[in-house]
């Protein structure tokens, strides 16, 4: 074992340390003899404020005189957060609150009041959006009510699981996995706190979460399309043709275009007079969609491709300004003004708010702003001033080449890393694309190494000001092996508070996951880390999210990720023969990535009987979770025909 190697390891072995920390499942956790002491360890609080026990209740031997009170014309979300609050609740105590919808109530009931309610209204606690934000929440104990609000409505919802959490231990971990407290007793807590996510706006990268609304709620996230208007035929993706289109257009206009016809040119190719046409186009489409819905953003996003117009006069703009998004900025800009003279003519208020989101990708990655550095290392930032970005325009910055392997703050991501102070320089409500998966060469059979690196990446995000996040892993499968399922926990807890304790977050997800095999798995997960560490930093595996090479035999020694498949098998074996079923299954999923590695690496070590087995259980695992593609270009169909069975 060399150095590196012998580092890596004793650093993770620290890891292991905490894992005996059980889950609390017992109404002792909320005993109220400590009636000064704040529920929750300091280290891992996310709000500001302050929760206090009393020895007053809401539940007492199955019964309870609070009702859940919403107004009558509460949203879908604040109706979402009474329905759960009254579903966990049961689940808690055994008594099931009644939903009172009313703009009245009995002063012979106490209540848990979601939202814009007489309550809420007549102690003056209305969500302030300066403060709150999207998504976040306040709750405040009056007398004997407890009161939920936010200003949108998510924020209820969202404040309900924060409820729930100080006074009963609620954490949610993956689909039909959560904790909650079995109560007889449960106390009336004097809350007065504010919960605001570090990331104002986080959106699901993996299909496991997005297909299902509970898991999204729960997990405090949701899907990339909720927060648009769509575009004409691209929808929210890479979607500029459907603005002006080079079916349509091409032949009459090519100026329109770079000269594959696959980009837009954003000058016109220096022709005024199609260049205002352009503008125009644009501005009237965003219009059109913008009409009957709620949405307040829409995107205009270059296509999947690095091919840049090279006109004149797009390379006099990147000359003068030292970065080809400098064309981008100037068209959008002026879309912008025409659109918000559109909204204004109508009377929609979105007239001073609305955003034209454009992709900072590929050859628009980065910001036409020079970076330098004082004696004291603060960044000074210059730029021409007409590159200052309207109110009206963001960058979806998408960084397709920042090794999220490393820390953001190491010296192989100065790059990714000035490119957010640069376009925080010039621009707000920065969205930032990330990428959380191998996306090539059997890249969804294991883990793009980020698990550890999310401190420092969340802790950048906060800093920087993004206000939306997204970090793209397997959208298609169901399901994801690789222990995926640890990552979206913890990208649902860091984005929305930095500073958790990540080790007592994977502590708490294993012991939730895999039940009393928790520290066996725990054992291999650092095993896996450790083998992932040393394929990068020792044996110079690609990195790239779209690399290739990710399987030979001295990446995936057959000793080693046997031993995890018997393991895995094993521990599948106990905890079906213990009746932990769900916990079985979690192991079962992540069996599915050494057997991989096997099977294409080391089948002519096997017996043809025995590679034939082998062959059936992955194809039995693969469409037991439903597991649809091996990678973005290679479907399982294939893969299995590949194999034979």
């Known amino acids: 074992m060399n150095r590196v190697f012998k580092k890596i390891f004793c650093i993770l072995s620290v890891f292991v340390l905490g894992i005996t920390s059980v889950l609390c499942g017992c109404g002792g956790c909320n005993d109220p003899t400590d009636n000064d002491k704040d529920i929750i360890s300091d280290n891992n609080v996310s709000y500001s404020g302050e929760v206090k026990r009393t020895t007053r209740l809401i539940v007492d031997a199955g019964t309870s005189s609070y009702k859940i009170l919403v107004s009558p014309d509460a949203g879908s979300n604040t109706l979402k957060a009474a329905t759960e609050l009254k579903v ?83 954490d949610y971990f993956y689909p039909k996995v959560y904790n909650i407290d079995k109560v007889s007793k449960l106390y009336l807590d004097d809350i007065d706190i504010v919960d605001v996510p570090d990331v104002n706006i986080r959106i699901a990268g993996s299909k496991y979460i997005t297909q299902s609304e509970e898991s999204l709620n729960r997990m405090r996230m949701i899907q990339h399309h909720e927060t648009y208007a769509m575009a004409p035929e691209g929808g929210c993706w890479h979607n500029w043709y459907g603005y002006i289109n080079p079916n349509i257009y091409g032949d009459e206009h090519p100026e329109f275009f770079n000269l594959k016809q696959n980009q837009l040119c954003y ?150 890393r000035e490119n957010l102070i640069k376009w925080n320089a010039i621009g707000k409500n920065v969205h930032l694309w990330g990428y959380d998966q191998y996306f090539r060469d059997g890249g969804f059979m294991f883990s793009y190494n980020t698990f550890f690196q999310y401190k420092d990446f969340y802790k950048t995000v906060k800093e920087s000001k993004i ?87 001295a990446l995936w020694p057959k000793n080693l990720i046997a031993d995890w498949y018997d393991r895995f098998v094993a521990i599948e074996n106990r905890l079906l023969a213990k009746g932990e079923t769900l916990m079985a299954e979690h192991v079962r999923l992540e069996s599915i990535c050494p057997l991989y590695a096997l099977i294409r690496l080391y089948s002519n070590t096997y017996t043809d009987l025995t590679v034939n087995s082998m062959k059936l259980k992955i194809k039995q695992l693969l469409n037991s979770f439903n597991i649809t593609q091996i990678s973005q270009e290679e479907d399982t169909v294939v893969y299995l025909n590949g194999l034979g069975v």
Not at 272 to 278: N, T
Not at 293 to 312: F, L, Q, R, S, Y
Not at 473 to 480: E, K, R, S
């Open 267 to 416: 000058t016109a190719h220096g022709n005024a007079e199609s260049y205002q046409m352009m503008i125009d186009m644009t501005a009237d489409t965003m219009f059109e969609c913008f009409k009957d819905n709620d949405k307040n953003e829409i995107v205009m996003a270059i296509g999947d491709h690095d091919d840049p117009c090279t006109c004149n006069e797009c390379l006099r703009q990147k000359e003068k300004y030292g970065a080809y998004s400098s064309s981008v900025i100037l068209f959008l800009n002026k879309v912008a003004n025409q659109l918000e003279e559109k909204f204004k003519e109508s009377g929609d208020s979105r007239a001073d708010t609305f955003i034209i989101v454009f992709y900072a990708y590929f050859y628009v990655e980065d910001a036409p702003v020079s970076l330098t550095y004082n004696s004291k290392g603060e960044p000074i930032v210059s730029f021409e001033p007409e590159m200052k970005l309207s109110k009206h325009v963001s960058p979806k910055y998408a960084a397709a080449y920042w090794d999220y392997t490393e820390s953001i703050n190491s010296e192989i991501n100065n790059r990714y």
């Open 88 to 170: 966990l609740l049961f689940e808690a105590t055994g008594v099931e609150l009644e939903i009172e919808k009313s703009d009245s109530y009995s002063e012979n009931s106490n209540y848990f009041s979601l939202g814009d309610t007489v309550i809420s209204k007549a102690n003056g606690l209305q969500g302030d959006y300066e403060i709150l934000k999207e998504q976040g929440y306040a709750i405040k104990t009056v007398g004997n009510d407890i009161c939920i609000y936010s200003a949108l409505d998510i924020g209820v919802l969202y404040g309900v699981y924060g409820y729930l959490e100080i006074a009963l231990n609620y």
């Open 467 to 553: 206000t939306w996040l997204y970090l793209e892993g397997q959208n298609g499968n169901d399901y994801a092996t690789g222990w995926a399922g640890l990552k979206g926990y913890l990208q649902s807890k860091l984005g929305w508070y930095v500073d958790y304790d990540i080790n007592h977050l994977v502590d708490k997800y294993f012991n939730a996951m895999y039940g009393s095999e928790s520290a066996e798995m725990r054992s291999i997960f650092n095993e896996y880390i450790v083998l992932l560490n040393r394929q990068t930093q020792e044996l110079n595996m690609s990195t790239m999210m779209g690399g290739r090479g990710f399987f030979t035999e």
